[in-house]
């Protein structure tokens, strides 16, 4: 743990909810490995906090998965298991699937245009696939936002971190790059003609959710 | 706010979800209605614990909309409004609607069988009820075809083998709660919904998830995706 967080700025608003971004990016960077243990009092130390927004942060992380908490009572980064990573890739399909289905008849013409460039720069990066993850990250929260369901967009916010660490080494999951170009095709489709149910069944074929 | 919550017996562990609980359940049942305010240092009074628990059981609450949090660090319960009932039953629906394809999809035999149990209580109580054919139904009728249709749902969603979606489903709870007791009022008549949970009940023992799945969304009117209200 030394030195891998940099102290907080010194404000009292929202402090534990600083801490969760620090941790959490942390986590996800790798900068936190599967199985590190978190002290709280180290924690605080440096990030220069109370042990209490550290301790509302380890608690809000454990609810997402991305820490437990032993008997012991001590804290560790959770390991990504495969079946933890299957589960992640099954959740993470149903709700963008979900996502497509509403914003795509829900958008504006502005937005759907705006939908089809992100796809457009998606279908330019499949051989670039740090630069492609992000672009899809960037699509998903614009598919989200675009649901104006603020209960889905909370929920869904919230597990984010979670399911993009779980998901991280996943790769092979995804398909090969033809696989992947004839998926955004499809979408590109289903985005243009607002039709939210063929976007929801091309992402759960993506994900493989749709039967057996 | 004195009275609308009892002492908790403080366990060291698990003391924070306590507390969340408590006070969701408060708001859910209006025991602390919309627009009170409350204060950290009241609550955990009552509750006989320390002011941590209780904030973060407040950020908590305030993360999944039941309080808010101004700029001069009051609390209060927030007012529900027709869009926010609506959206929750939106995602309400798809949840419920995605837990029972999975359930159906792989639930071992025990489990599918309390499942269709459940299911045929739904159809059992919707039968009772009178109207049957009325969205205009007494408030304590539809307060028990909630319960039961609650329990399914609760089930379904542990059985449904994906952890990461029970533990995002169980994070929203209250919410959903919440917008169902907000204005309490039937989707469907009592005969629709028994007439839907009879197929929905086959549909579980049969392993079909496509039409388990189907007949949830269609329950919640989410064949085609509305506007929500602005």
């Not at chain 1, 720069?121 to 699509?139: F, K, Q, T």
């Not at chain 2, 009932?85 to 599918?112: C, F, K, N, P, W």
């Not at chain 2, 069988?113 to 009178?130: D, F, G, I, K, W």
Request: glycine residues 8%.
């Amino acid at each position: 743990m030394t030195a891998r967080l940099s102290p907080l700025p010194d404000t009292t608003q929202r402090l534990a909810d600083a801490v969760y971004d620090r941790l959490g990016a942390a986590i996800l960077e790798g900068e936190l490995p599967g199985g590190s243990r978190v002290r709280d009092a180290e924690v605080a130390a440096q990030l220069g906090v109370s042990r209490m927004p550290v301790r509302e942060a380890l608690q809000r992380l454990q609810r997402i998965g991305l820490v437990e908490m032993s008997p012991g009572r001590y804290t560790r980064v959770t390991e990504v298991t495969p079946r933890l990573a299957r589960e992640s890739f099954e959740f993470l399909g149903y709700q963008v699937g979900i996502a497509a289905r509403m914003s795509v008849t829900r958008m504006d013409d502005a937005a759907r245009r705006h939908t089809l460039g992100m796809i457009d720069e998606l279908l330019g990066l499949i051989d670039d696939p740090a630069r492609y993850d992000e672009a899809a990250g960037r699509l998903f929260h614009h598919l989200a936002a675009h649901t104006r369901n603020p209960v889905y967009v909370g929920v869904i916010g919230e597990c984010l971190i979670a399911l993009t660490r779980n998901l991280r080494g996943a790769r092979p999951m995804w398909g090969t790059a033809a696989q992947i170009a004839a998926h955004l095709a499809e979408l590109r489709d289903a985005v243009r003609d607002g039709d939210g149910d063929a976007a929801e069944r091309t992402i759960r074929r993506r994900h493989a959710l749709t039967g057996a | 706010m004195s009275g609308s919550l009892e002492p908790l017996q403080p366990e060291p562990q698990r003391l924070g979800d306590a507390v969340y609980e408590r006070i969701g359940e408060a708001i859910v049942e209006s025991r602390l209605e919309p627009g009170q305010r409350i204060r950290d240092v009241d609550i955990a009074e009552e509750l006989g614990v320390s002011r941590m628990p209780v904030r973060e059981a407040l950020q908590r609450l305030e993360r999944i909309g039941l309080v808010e949090m101004s700029a001069s660090r009051y609390t209060r319960v927030t007012e529900i409004s027709d869009r926010e009932i609506r959206a929750s039953l939106e995602y309400l629906g798809y949840q419920v609607g995605i837990a029972m394809r999975m359930a159906a999809e792989r639930m071992t035999d025990e489990h599918r069988a309390r499942s269709v149990e459940l299911a045929r209580a739904v159809v059992a109580r919707c039968r009772a009820t009178e109207p049957a054919h009325s969205l205009d139904v007494p408030i304590e009728s539809i307060e028990l075809i909630y319960e039961d249709l609650n329990e399914l749902y609760a089930f379904v969603t542990e059985a449904c083998g994906n952890a990461v979606f029970t533990r995002a489903y169980n994070e929203a709870w209250f919410g959903l709660r919440r917008a169902q007791r907000g204005k309490p009022h039937l989707i469907q008549t009592p005969a629709a919904i028994a007439e839907a949970f009879d197929r929905l009940a086959d549909a579980l023992a049969g392993h079909d998830a496509e039409a388990a799945e189907q007949i949830i969304r269609d329950m919640f009117l989410l064949t085609d995706v509305g506007p929500l209200p602005a």
